[in-house]
């Protein structure tokens, strides 16, 4: 575990509740919301620091612009992140220059497939000094709402909900491989609206890996953060649209915490 400490429990700012408001994005350090779709730093940070120790390995599927990476270096972990967008690996890595805090690696792979991603983070993990994980993090596409690449191994331009979810259990399970036993992962998930219909994605991805994997839910964290980029400063005009429709506005996003125990 942790940071939780016998002595100073009254005192920490960790969060143990099921439900996650969130004022406002951090902007601490080197986050910027330059990325669309990435995800705000308090997540992270409240789950690295509740599920690792200084100077473990976090190991992140679908790294996007560095927002856990940066949260690993300001809290002293390694970091292992993997990415099939190049371009954004890049910022990261000129963002991370003369980093000497900790140990960090960026693999340009498809997490999907298993024989790159094993030879990638077998890789990183060697020159970390490591053989596995202490903790894995995951906030994946949510279908093709947002398409963050052309590549068409992008789990973000697949629009069809079986093939997501193939792709995503190949996903976790090639993170699994390299998590210890008795460890911890989250995935951060959300529910999408296609053709007039809300699609519950996030429970899609949750009863996915119960389905195929042996882990304990330890957690079903609903996160709401206040002023959405897509929504900051208009918000009277997508009331007006929901209230014209059958609709309800999406403020919240799942937190699904897992305990892989073989």
Same mark, same amino acid.
């Given at each position: 575990?942790?940071?939780?400490?016998?002595?100073?429990?009254?005192?920490?700012?960790?969060?143990?509740? +099921?439900?996650?408001?969130?004022?406002?994005?951090?902007?601490?350090?080197?986050?910027?919301?330059?990325?669309?779709?990435? /995800?705000?730093?308090?997540?992270?940070?409240?789950?690295?620091?509740?599920?690792?120790?200084?100077?473990?390995?976090?190991?992140?599927?679908?790294?996007?612009?560095?927002?856990?990476?940066?949260?690993?270096?300001?809290?002293?972990?390694?970091?292992?992140?993997?990415?099939?967008?190049? %371009?954004?690996?890049?910022?990261?890595?000129?963002?991370?220059?003369?980093?000497?805090?900790?140990?960090?690696?960026?693999?340009?792979?498809?997490?999907?497939? +298993?024989?790159?991603?094993?030879?990638?983070?077998?890789?990183?993990?060697?020159?970390?000094?490591?053989?596995?994980?202490?903790?894995?993090?995951?906030?994946?596409?949510?279908?093709?709402?947002?398409? /963050?690449?052309?590549?068409?191994?992008?789990?973000?331009?697949?629009?069809?909900?079986?093939?997501?979810?193939? %792709?995503?259990?190949?996903?976790?399970?090639?993170?699994?491989?390299?998590?210890?036993?008795?460890?911890?992962?989250?995935?951060?998930?959300?529910?999408?609206?296609? %053709?007039?219909?809300?699609?519950?994605?996030?429970?899609?991805?949750?009863?996915?890996?119960?389905?195929?994997? +042996?882990?304990?839910?330890?957690?079903?964290?609903?996160?709401?953060?206040?002023?959405?980029?897509?929504?900051?400063?208009?918000?009277?005009?997508?009331?007006?649209?929901?209230?014209?429709?059958?609709?309800?506005? /999406?403020?919240?996003?799942?937190?699904?915490? /897992?305990?892989?125990?073989?």
């Amino acid at each position: 575990m942790g940071e939780f400490l016998k002595d100073n429990w009254r005192e920490t700012d960790l969060n143990v509740d +099921s439900l996650w408001i969130i004022s406002e994005r951090g902007k601490s350090g080197k986050h910027t919301n330059v990325y669309h779709g990435n /995800f705000i730093p308090q997540i992270p940070n409240q789950l690295i620091r509740r599920y690792s120790k200084e100077k473990d390995t976090v190991l992140e599927l679908f790294s996007g612009s560095g927002t856990t990476l940066f949260e690993c270096e300001s809290l002293n972990r390694n970091y292992i992140g993997c990415d099939i967008n190049k %371009q954004i690996l890049e910022f990261v890595e000129d963002k991370m220059n003369q980093c000497k805090r900790v140990e960090y690696c960026l693999c340009d792979c498809d997490v999907t497939d +298993s024989v790159s991603f094993r030879k990638k983070v077998s890789s990183a993990c060697a020159k970390i000094g490591v053989e596995k994980v202490d903790f894995m993090i995951a906030h994946p596409p949510y279908l093709d709402i947002i398409k /963050f690449t052309n590549d068409k191994r992008d789990l973000s331009n697949i629009s069809r909900i079986d093939i997501f979810l193939e %792709q995503f259990v190949k996903a976790i399970g090639n993170g699994l491989d390299f998590l210890k036993k008795d460890c911890y992962f989250a995935i951060v998930a959300g529910d999408v609206y296609k %053709q007039s219909e809300v699609v519950p994605l996030a429970f899609y991805m949750m009863n996915a890996i119960k389905t195929n994997f +042996s882990v304990k839910m330890k957690g079903i964290v609903i996160k709401n953060i206040e002023g959405n980029r897509g929504k900051l400063g208009s918000h009277d005009i997508w009331k007006y649209r929901a209230l014209q429709s059958d609709y309800f506005l /999406f403020k919240h996003e799942y937190i699904f915490v /897992f305990k892989k125990i073989n």
